[in-house]
């Protein structure tokens, strides 16, 4: 069974400092995505990563890849109030009988003090 | 182009009662999924569809819950007889090729 575990689970930050937060798997595969999710709402696409190394940047958001490691990190910089909100990592496990199915971490609440 | 849309949004319902979730995914996506998602967890598959084909459901508890998805296109998830444990948001999710899913926004089910 493939796991994912994110850490941590929790984190409150003042604005302005930088932060990450992981996700490690427990099998092999390249394909990792991030979601961020608003309470009440659903998931929103954050970051698709697709290959060793791969690393992607949207404003204050960092996310890459280590397959050899079975690691993804989202790095949060100056952070700010609207990050506050749940990070998911997800893995696909490259399994075609899974049909691409995706495996979630539980979850990172981020929490954004002034 | 318009997104996946799900209804209801919210649902209360007492305990051995039955419920239907409906989900449109975007149009020309092959792959339906349902999760579901208990507060404080990441979504968990249930089941997943390629066109009116399912592709895996061993995590759906089938002596209660049941899907379709006819036409390739569509889907309902059913569950008879509910169960407290079920309350939880049910999230629909599609996508073209076995990549990127586009998650809709949801249906947050009470059993009380």
């Known amino acids: 069974e493939l796991k994912v575990e994110q850490n941590p689970l929790f984190l409150s930050m003042q604005e302005g400092k930088n932060y990450t937060i992981y996700c490690n798997y427990s099998t092999t595969s390249d394909r990792l995505y991030w979601y961020r999710q608003d309470p009440g709402k659903s998931l929103e696409s954050l970051f698709v990563?697709?290959?060793?190394?791969a690393v992607k940047q949207e404003g204050r958001l960092m996310a890459s890849l280590d397959t050899k490691a079975r690691l993804s990190t989202l790095h949060i910089t100056a952070a700010v109030h609207d990050l506050s909100a749940t990070y998911f990592c997800?893995?696909?496990?490259?399994?075609?009988?899974?049909?691409?199915?995706?495996?979630f971490g539980k979850g990172t609440s981020l929490l954004v003090t002034p | 182009e318009a997104g996946v849309a799900q209804s209801p949004r919210y649902k209360i319902i007492e305990k051995r009662q039955s419920v239907a979730f409906w989900c449109n995914p975007i149009s020309g996506h092959a792959t339906l999924y349902w999760y579901q998602q208990i507060l404080g967890q990441g979504p968990k598959l249930l089941i997943q569809f390629q066109n009116n084909g399912v592709v895996d459901d061993s995590q759906l508890p089938k002596d209660r819950f049941s899907a379709e998805r006819l036409k390739g296109v569509d889907s309902t998830l059913k569950i008879q007889p509910a169960k407290l444990e079920d309350s939880a948001v049910y999230l629909c999710a599609s996508s073209p090729a076995g990549y990127e899913q586009y998650f809709g926004p949801g249906t947050r089910l009470t059993v009380t």
């Open positions: 990563l697709l290959s060793n190394g």
């Open positions: 997800a893995v696909d496990p490259l399994d075609s009988n899974s049909g691409y199915a995706l495996n």
